[in-house]
C-alpha cells in the first residue's frame, strides 16, 4: 500500500506564507503526479495545483502567481508554497498522488488525510 504524510498548514495572516508538505511512502515503483485539492466550507473540492513526474505543473486560476507547486522526486516529496495568502484561500488542503504499486504494477490514486488552513483577515 502508499501512505501520504501532510504537513504544514496552520493558522496565518492574510499577506503571509505557509508551506505544504507531502511524502508518498510505501510499496511502490514509482510515483507519477502529485498534487492538492482543497475544500472549503460549504464547497466542493478543488484543485489547487499539481505537477508530473516530468515536472508540468497546473495551477487554478485563483493561486496563479501566489502558489508554486515543487517535488522532490527521490524522496517522493511534493511541496506547496503559498505566498500573499487570502482569507478566500481558507480550507481543508488534500494530498493527491498517483502510484504504481509493485504488487499489481498498475497506478492506484491516494489521498492524504487532509490539512486545515485558515488565514484570517
Known amino acids: 500500500q502508499v501512505q501520504l504524510v501532510e504537513s504544514g498548514g496552520g493558522l496565518v495572516q492574510a499577506g503571509g506564507s505557509l508551506r505544504l508538505s507531502c511524502a508518498a511512502s510505501?510499496?511502490?515503483?514509482?510515483?507519477?503526479?502529485m498534487g492538492w485539492y482543497r475544500q472549503a466550507p460549504g464547497k466542493q473540492r478543488e484543485l489547487v495545483a499539481d505537477?508530473?513526474?516530468?515536472?508540468?505543473?497546473n495551477y487554478a486560476d485563483s493561486v496563479k502567481g501566489r502558489f508554486t507547486i515543487f517535488r522532490d522526486n527521490a524522496r517522493n516529496t511534493v511541496h506547496l508554497q503559498m505566498n500573499s495568502l487570502k482569507h478566500e484561500d481558507t480550507a481543508v488542503y488534500y494530498c493527491?498522488?498517483?502510484?504504481?504499486?509493485?504488487?499489481?504494477?498498475?497506478?492506484?490514486?491516494?489521498w492524504g488525510q487532509g490539512n486545515p488552513v485558515t488565514v484570517s483577515s
Open positions: 493527491h498522488a498517483g502510484a504504481i504499486l509493485i504488487a499489481t504494477r498498475r497506478t492506484s490514486q491516494y
Open positions: 510505501g510499496n511502490m515503483i514509482s510515483v507519477n503526479s
Open positions: 505537477i508530473t513526474s516530468d515536472g508540468v505543473t
